[in-house]
């Protein structure tokens, strides 16, 4: 169903500028290239608004934010704005410290994000906005099942609707919502969560699949979803036939992204609207 | 000889606090994972304090340091101290630089560390002391042999005395030591010396070993010791089944580790009390 | 044709000290112990004059540069000088920021670098100068073609001749040229563009053998493009037997130049004097 979201990304190679942590950065770039997207990684506030200006995309993930990079984040967003590029947002560990639950709420006060990606506890922390008003509210639990799956919806539509992001929370299922819109996503595989990095190369993949896709952001990142789970799924097949371990997946997962395309993409997707 | 240790681990996933060098961070960060642990890398001074707080464990890695992230490791360093939590320093370079040799000697006088990793040249480094102060007496050699192996024995026991942490000395053959007892082990391969961060690694299993075992700290640092020399053994075994070369036998290593149990480390263990 | 310069990396294990970007630290560290070298990562303007006066060679490269790293290239770059060590430039991205562009002129302004590598782009933007001064005239074209080839060798010479380093234009096809001699080689697979890092590492790998051959920087550099080329090619065979993707072709990228000899390098190299 997502024929035209990775033919753009095939035609157009779109150059993403990730302002990103050094934990899993080398991952982030060689999965952009992977997935026919194109990294750029610079942090320097002196820089930032000259790269993300010739980029068609930014990534700003906070995972080892500081001082000195969330300036650059704040200058990079607000100039991709100016050009009305799509800015993806990782909040990753939004809620762990004051700092990160700051810096992603100051962040989304002068930054429009086309795009929120995170675990439902990032997301709650993003949703929960600055100082005492609580904003939407989220839903207690911290995992999406089958049993909430509607409120975590809801509250994804609500969030969207108030951020003007598509919200994509992801975790054993994955939702990715606009305010009218819902997509449930049901692929992956649990040892994504045995390698580092598997939500911020998805982020990653996101501002790649955005670039190409500036018109059609739920379906871009729906598209970026399916496509990263399913490369889970791939990895995790062909593990099996080896004797690997969780490095080995690490490679067969980025391998897999390496190879997707229309086809394959079709013949795994699980995917439904809400 | 380590089931309770590795129990502890699997039954806790303990999280391990890293504040390290950016060179081999996505491998301790997966390492990590690999042992049943969880890694959070966090180096702002405005969040240390509070990530170190919701971890097991702090593992404080000098490889890559600077001013910024110096003050970082020693606010982390006193919470993690207040708080009880194992804290684990690798003090990778300490001798090669001024900065290096002094950051190390400053972490000393103001953290109490459970556990000091490094190879006998590092380790020596740390032994002196800041200023005129000689401190415990090194060993001249800079390699662990069977020749000098009862008077490295006894430097690590004497090094302990005088700082209360666990020492592990490692290279051709790794001593790990408190005061009174001392391990010597002769796992591993060469060929580890030929990838980057098997030390940076072996120090994040230690810091979640040690996370899990808080109250058996020279047991808990042995059996890591232990496991990550078996592995490289391991890895070592599939390399030669394959024509593999040094990146493949990386995977293998991290591999090894995601598979390692009690069974494994029991059947290949190489290790006596000194 | 290269026998001596393979011999004296393998000989003199040089240490290389690199002040690099965050993205491929990682791959480049492994690739210097792959090819025989040793790596030291330190960036702190503190350290960096000690660290660059142990080591045999320096590599500046300014992928994620910032205002406290060019500082510490400044630094390091003028004390490899003053011992007469290569000194590698690397120019990542010279040409998409005003930072980089005057970063690299910089640099080149109060360092004499041995060898100067990048990608036809950005070595001309090295050669246009500071300021208003066109300096050596760069030719039009963005890629090296059998048809711009001569025009390429000129003007490789010339900036050769201007700043007095060994001028590596790589791509396509790769140039290596001193004022008075060119290479024309023909080594690589179009795959290795698929994959983050290969050119920061071929840097790394061309400081190694610089390091090891201080006295024949034109044939190291020539030999260090050669074998990374190589390495591209011999990866891609091994690739195409297996179902890999782009992740397992790094592995195999630097696990190839973890075997590359004097017999692998002449048997496949594809070298013409211009």
């Known amino acids: 169903m997502f024929e035209k979201i990775l033919e753009n990304v095939a035609a157009k190679t779109p150059l993403v500028h990730c302002i990103t942590n050094y934990v899993t950065v080398n991952d982030c770039a ?21 790269m993300t200006s010739i980029c068609s995309a930014l990534d700003i993930n906070i995972g080892t934010l500081n001082q000195r990079t969330i300036e650059s984040m704040h200058l990079a967003g607000q100039k991709a704005n100016q050009l009305s590029h799509p800015v993806v947002l990782d909040p990753v560990g939004a809620g762990a410290s004051s700092l990160r639950t700051n810096a992603a709420h100051g962040l989304l006060e002068t930054i429009h994000f086309s795009v929120i990606r995170g675990n439902i ?37 609500g969030l969207s609707e108030k951020t003007g992001a598509v919200i ?25 969560s045995k390698i580092t990095g598997t939500g911020c190369m998805l982020t990653a993949v996101i501002a ?17 979803v399916c496509a990263m789970g399913l490369c889970g799924e791939l990895a995790f097949d062909k593990l099996q036939k080896t004797d690997g371990g969780t490095s080995t997946y690490r490679t067969y997962l980025i391998d ?9 993409l079709n013949g795994g997707i699980k995917i439904e609207n809400r």
């Open 30 to 50: 060689n999965i952009l290239l992977a997935c026919g997207a194109s990294p750029i990684m610079a942090d320097d506030s002196g820089e930032v608004v000259e």
């Open 121 to 157: 506890s990032e997301i709650k922390t993003v949703a929960q906005g600055n100082g005492t008003t609580k904003g939407v509210d989220a839903d207690g639990n911290d995992a999406v099942t089958e049993d909430n799956l509607e409120k975590v919806v809801a509250f994804a539509k």
């Open 168 to 192: 994509a929370i992801t975790g054993a299922i994955d939702i990715v919502a606009d305010a009218e819109h819902a997509y449930a996503i049901r692929n992956g595989n649990a040892l994504m």
């Open 208 to 224: 790649g699949y955005c670039g190409a896709n500036p018109d059609n952001l739920l379906d871009a990142t729906a598209a970026a």
């Open 256 to 264: 897999a992204m390496s190879k997707m395309n229309t086809e394959l």
